[in-house]
Structure formats: structure tokens, C-alpha cells
């Protein structure tokens, strides 16, 4: 019968940082996500195809609207472009992101999580990237290219004079995703079934607005547009490029980040409850 030394060994791998532990979550929550084919065809292809349109539009333009002093891409179009892309967004919220936390609750995932070495803020970092992630390639990436594209089709003095349209669409972008995917991921740990967190994301997106309307026009209560998510962020969206705007901006940043606040303090007491103590 053989004899094993059963000795100290010294460990001859290598040590990894902990500083990115999220990504590995961020990372397989995209592979999850994107393996969907029906996902990819349905919900990803139609805002790339206006992606494509949008370019195509400022190529026309800068081409062949010179012929014709044509000039419609302007501070309103990049604007304009970010707002219809957030039905998209909120597309991709209720198939990708009501499933997030919702799933992992389902199947006592979380214990395998923190039986790791990640902790809660880890997890909670990686589930919000994976969403953050979606969002922005259809918002902000998007809408980085399309700047460029118009610079430098147009005269390079557009870069010059108008930089701070790039700054715009960066800053306005991150407005409308940071708080909405909060916002998906608080619902979706409040609940083991992806759906009822899908059908509560869409219950605020379509029926604030619709609350606020007839608020407005039953009432006549002005201000009952600040009742809408939507408006809200048009509202800002406005101030930020400039645009012709009639409600106080600094309510509906106030609003935006009582969401964030709110949807933050969700995920860290639905999360607490189910972690494992060492």
C-alpha cells in the first residue's frame, strides 16, 4: 500500500488581483444574455438598424445636403436620437434585466456567490455592469460614433466649436441608464419570478406617463408632468443640449436620483437578507 507525504507543498500559482472579482458576474450574465438568438434578432437588431439609419442620415446629409444648404444634424438630432432609443432600452430591461438577481433568487444561486470570495458589493457591481453594458450600445457607443462620423464628414472646425455636444450625449446617456437599470435590477431582487419584476418595470415606464397626462389635463395640474419617468428625463435631456425647456430641471434631477436612492437601498437590503455571514 503506498505512503503519501502529506507535507506542506508550496502553492506554485499565481495570484489574480481582487480588484476586478465583479467582471467574472458581469462577463457570464452578458453570455447568458446573448446566447438568445431570439434576443439578438429582436431586441438588439432594431436599434442598431436606427443606429444605421441615423448614419446614413448624417452622411446624406454632409454628402449631398450641401448641394442644397441642407443642414439638420444639430445639438436637436443627436438628442433626438438618444430619446427614441429609449424604448429600446426599455426592451432590453424587461427580457435582460428583470432576470438578473429574480433568477439567482429562484435557484439559490446566491450562496454559491458568497460562498466565493465576492462579496455583496461585488455581486451587486456585476449584475449592474452587465445592464449598464446592453444599454449603452445602443445609447452612448452609438452615439459617440454618430458624433464622429459627422465631424468628419462636415468641416473639422464642427469638432472645435461644437465638442461639447459629445460631452452632452456621454452625460445624457449615463442619465438615462444609471437610474433605469437600478431601477430594473431593485425590482428584480424583490422577487424569484423574472416576470412579475418585468411587469412592474413596465407598469412605471407606461403608466406614469399616462398618470401624469391625465393629471394634467383632468386637473390642470401643471406640474403633474414630473410624475412621468419619461418626462423627467426629457426634461434634462433639454437643459443638457440646450434645447427650448419649460419645467425646472433641477426637480427632475432631484426625482431621478430619489430613484437611484431608492432603488439602491432595495438591492442592499434584499441582498443582506440572504447573505451568507462568515
Not at 11 to 39: A, M, Q, S, Y
Not at 126 to 144: E, H, Q, R, W
Request: with cysteine; glycine share 6%; net charge positive.
Amino acid at each position: 500500500m503506498p505512503i503519501y507525504d502529506q507535507s506542506y507543498r508550496h502553492w506554485e500559482g499565481d495570484f489574480r488581483p481582487r480588484t476586478f472579482r465583479w467582471w467574472i458576474i458581469t462577463k457570464e450574465g452578458l453570455k447568458v444574455i446573448l446566447r438568445n438568438k431570439l434576443f439578438l434578432l429582436f431586441i438588439l437588431t432594431p436599434p442598431a438598424i436606427t443606429s444605421f439609419v441615423s448614419g446614413a442620415l448624417i452622411y446624406g446629409v454632409n454628402v449631398y445636403g450641401r448641394l442644397a444648404n441642407l443642414n439638420v444634424i444639430n445639438t436637436s438630432f443627436f438628442y433626438r436620437f438618444i430619446m427614441q432609443q429609449t424604448f429600446f432600452i426599455s426592451v432590453i430591461c424587461v427580457f435582460g434585466g428583470s432576470g438578473l438577481i429574480s433568477n439567482d433568487l429562484k435557484f439559490n444561486a446566491l450562496q454559491f456567490y458568497f460562498s466565493k470570495p465576492l462579496d455583496r458589493l461585488n455581486y451587486l457591481i456585476g449584475k449592474f455592469l452587465t445592464i449598464v453594458l446592453l444599454m449603452s450600445f445602443i445609447t452612448l457607443v452609438p452615439g459617440i460614433l454618430l458624433f464622429l462620423e459627422n465631424g468628419l464628414l462636415s468641416d473639422l472646425s464642427f469638432f472645435r466649436d461644437d465638442i461639447w455636444i459629445l460631452g452632452a450625449i456621454v452625460l445624457y446617456s449615463l442619465i438615462i441608464i444609471l437610474p433605469t437599470g437600478l431601477l430594473i435590477l431593485a425590482l428584480s431582487s424583490t422577487t424569484k419570478n423574472s416576470r412579475y419584476a418585468a411587469i412592474i418595470f413596465a407598469t412605471i415606464l407606461i403608466g406614469t406617463p399616462i398618470l401624469g397626462e391625465t393629471l394634467r389635463e383632468v386637473l390642470g395640474i401643471r406640474n403633474a408632468v414630473f410624475v412621468s419617468y419619461w418626462r423627467n428625463l426629457d426634461i434634462i435631456g433639454r437643459e443638457i443640449f440646450a434645447l427650448s425647456n419649460r419645467y425646472n430641471w433641477l426637480l427632475a434631477i432631484m426625482i431621478m436620483m430619489g430613484i437611484m436612492g431608492l432603488s439602491l437601498w432595495i438591492l442592499l437590503r434584499n441582498i443582506k437578507e440572504i447573505e451568507i455571514k462568515k
